[in-house]
């Protein structure tokens, strides 16, 4: 079992940036981490991934925007956010799966709020 913990969220204005973080209890280092966001009304949508080869998948609507990273020595994920736009208040989750298990993970969420 892996608990995913986020931090990082806030109010930032259109413009600003903000960095999310999700550590984990465990080494993730076999995982696929990805960041997923869900807005009000709206269904969980994934939008960044890493493979735990390190490949990089974005969504068309925060590529160049965003970058997913991870540190395996610290177990942790991150989402860096640029140039944020009102479209991206969410709030916002990191999972991790593990292929060889079959288990996947979520952090609790962290509400992101973009406005002036």
């Known amino acids: 079992q892996v608990q995913l913990v986020e931090s990082g969220g806030g109010l930032v204005q259109p413009g600003g940036s903000l960095r999310l973080s999700c550590t984990a209890s465990?080494?993730?280092?076999?995982?696929?981490a990805a960041w997923y966001r869900q807005a009000p009304g709206k269904q969980r949508d994934l939008f960044a991934r890493?493979?735990?080869?390190?490949?990089?998948n974005y969504a068309d609507s925060v590529k160049g925007r965003f970058t997913i990273s991870r540190d395996h020595a610290k177990n942790t994920v991150y989402l860096q956010m640029n140039s944020l736009e009102p479209e991206d208040t969410a709030v916002y989750y990191c999972?991790?799966?593990?292929?060889?298990?079959?288990?996947?993970?979520w952090g609790q969420g962290t509400q992101v709020t973009v406005s002036s």
């Open positions: 465990g080494s993730i280092r076999t995982a696929h």
């Open positions: 890493m493979s735990r080869g390190g490949s990089l």
């Open positions: 999972n991790c799966a593990f292929p060889l298990s079959g288990n996947a993970y």
